[in-house]
């Protein structure tokens, strides 16, 4: 599910349940991230797959990427392998007007 920017944050900061999914490589991780995300690189192919397998299903999951392309799609992998709750960060980080700090 795509949300605006507004629906996206409100969203993940009044859900008990939410975990913020960082999808972009570790050299765009590395620039900057929304604050709490945590990273699966997309890009890692099958070891994306694993990863997401791992994951609660029973969460929801708030996905952004740099441009909203890349977490698109995670979320329908997401959706695939049993995760109802994915919502896409449209515009991704790149047009993103919150908060951004420094992976730890």
Do not use: H
Not at 49 to 64: G, P, Q, R, W
Not at 67 to 93: P, T
Request: net charge negative; charged share 20%.
């Amino acid at each position: 599910m795509n949300l605006s920017q507004q629906e996206w944050w409100n969203k993940a900061q009044e859900d008990a349940d939410a975990i913020i999914l960082d999808v972009r490589t570790e050299d765009e991780w590395n620039r900057g991230i929304i604050p709490g995300a945590i990273n699966i690189d997309i890009y890692k192919g099958q070891g994306f797959i694993y990863a997401i397998e791992e994951l609660d299903k029973s969460k929801n999951y708030y996905v952004y990427c740099a441009a909203g392309g890349r977490s698109a799609q995670a979320c329908n992998i997401m959706n695939q392998l049993g995760i109802e709750n994915a919502y896409n960060l449209m515009g991704g980080i790149t047009q993103w007007d919150g908060p951004v700090t420094q992976p730890e």
